[in-house]
């Protein structure tokens, strides 16, 4: 019992050892646990910075792509400044040349006139005052003449050159464009995984397709020949609901009238998120700064607005693009050029019901959203509404025409068309003394025949100007139309 004492001691120490033990090997397994957490957080961040260094990597060789080409842009307008000094200089010489030759030839003029004036006064019986005043009328006259013919030579080789420089800086603009040539259709075609799933879309006599055409508001065509289903509508919101909607319901299989009203109503809700989306890209695509956020919200709204096939948001993109290069080329402000650009048909998004011409409600947008004053002339001044103020304003009406006039930017339907030329040869054959009017090159060229006995020789300029003013005030004609009156007047006799 004396010997209780000291194993009671003994045992509390050992017991103490082992909760010693027992916590350093706890100790131990949460610092390895902690070591291991370490090592995944530093690989981790290893993997972060190493994706963080390949798209600085990428950013930069994009950086240096832009200031090459922004470089050869600089060296391009260089040498076209070297050029236009050099002509300037050779005009100045030219100047200089003809201002000797004036002079000298008033040198003889002078001394012939003294001549010829005292052999006119004796031949005439004029005084020789008379005779210097009347020579000198003549002198002056034939060197208006001559100063003249030599202002129209100088002027149409000006003319000529500036058209060649002119025609080379659209088609680099041109050149440089690469957008899609596709037009948007009436139509969108979504592919089946699998021939199977045919009968879940039509549903039990046609309940699944009837609820699907009633919940989107478009035609859902489904063949047993095809591999695709077909939605039809020219309502381009409703069809891109559709589409959404309907691929959510192939990709896991599930198509019921309870799931199809789930996934129509969430397709729905998040149309202003795919707007904003859609925005964000777009002014990405056109390199411009970024907007605020009412514009923003407009320019989204344009990306299912078509103008004869053209998504108007596509279109938008493509200005931004061919003003900031025509811009480049002349040494305008390309920024500007292409922010007025990107903005030009902003007010095509507008309610009918709030504004007048999209040119006139897109610059009032632009004006209350803290627009600079240049970008809203040149928005309002796109179709000519009014005077364009900057020579940016004047690029975006260039870019404007360019995107809507090349070849595959814009389509319409065969009785579209030919109801829009028939029109348009309507309202031509409507003018006095009009005997009859073709429209040619997709009412890009207009030939008017007049009756000779009605319209003279001389008013054939001012009746096609006059023709060319109602055509851009009444019909819907992208680009320009070039109007050509024909008068001919034959006249037949018999002989008996």
């Not at 039990?204 to 289903?229: C, M, P, Q, W, Y």
């Amino acid at each position: 019992m004396e010997d209780w004492p000291a194993l009671l001691l003994v045992l509390v120490l050992l017991l103490a050892c082992l909760v010693a033990l027992i916590l350093v090997l706890v100790a131990r397994r949460e610092a390895a646990a902690v070591r291991a957490q370490a090592r995944e957080d530093v690989a981790s961040l290893k993997d972060e910075l190493h994706v963080r260094a390949v798209e600085a990597d990428r950013r930069s060789a994009r950086l240096d792509d832009e200031r090459a080409r922004l470089e050869a842009d600089r060296v391009q307008l260089a040498e076209d400044r070297a050029r236009i000094t050099r002509l300037a200089e050779s005009l100045d010489a030219r100047t200089a040349s003809l201002t000797a030759q004036e002079t000298a030839l008033a040198t003889r003029t002078a001394e012939h006139e003294a001549r010829v004036a005292e052999e006119l006064a004796q031949i005439a019986g004029t005084t020789v005052e008379q005779a210097r005043t009347r020579l000198a009328d003549d002198l002056a006259e034939r060197a208006a003449r001559d100063v003249e013919a030599r202002l129209r030579r100088t002027e149409r080789r000006l003319r000529a050159e500036s058209e060649a420089r002119a025609r080379s800086i659209l088609t680099t603009a041109v050149e440089r464009l690469a957008v899609e040539t596709s037009s948007q259709l009436s139509v969108a075609v979504v592919p089946l995984p699998s021939p199977e799933l045919k009968g879940p879309i039509i549903g039990r006599d046609g309940r699944n397709i009837k609820a699907f055409e009633a919940l989107t508001g478009v035609n859902l065509i489904v063949d047993d020949s095809d591999d695709h289903v077909q939605i039809s509508s020219f309502d381009a919101e409703r069809r891109e609901i559709a589409q959404q909607s309907l691929e959510r319901m192939l990709a896991d299989g599930r198509i019921n009238l309870e799931r199809m009203e789930r996934v129509v109503a969430t397709v729905t809700d998040e149309a202003e998120e795919r707007s904003r989306d859609s925005a964000r890209h777009a002014i990405d695509d056109a390199r411009v700064r970024p907007l605020h956020p009412e514009l923003e919200e407009h320019v989204g709204r344009l990306r299912l607005r078509t103008s004869y096939g053209q998504v108007v948001q596509q279109h938008l993109v493509e200005c931004a693009l061919l003003a900031r290069s025509i811009a480049g080329e002349i040494g305008a402000d390309a920024e500007v050029a292409a922010r007025a650009a990107f903005l030009h048909d902003v007010g095509k998004a507008v309610p009918a019901g709030e504004r007048g011409s999209h040119a006139r409600a897109g610059a009032e947008l632009a004006a209350r959203c803290g627009e600079p004053e240049i970008i809203v002339n040149a928005i309002a001044a796109h179709h000519g509404e009014v005077p364009a103020e900057s020579v940016e304003a004047v690029i975006v009406q260039i870019a404007d025409a360019i995107s809507a006039s090349r070849p595959g930017a814009r389509r319409e339907d065969a009785d579209s068309h030919v109801e829009r030329l028939e029109a348009l040869e309507r309202a031509v054959a409507a003018h006095p003394g009009v005997a009859r009017a073709l429209a040619l090159s997709s009412g890009h060229d207009v030939r008017v025949v007049v009756e000779p006995g009605v319209v003279g020789d001389d008013d054939l300029e001012g009746l096609a100007v006059q023709i060319a003013s109602a055509i851009s005030e009444t019909q819907a004609v992208p680009g320009e139309v070039r109007v050509t009156v024909v008068r001919e007047l034959r006249a037949t006799a018999t002989a008996g």
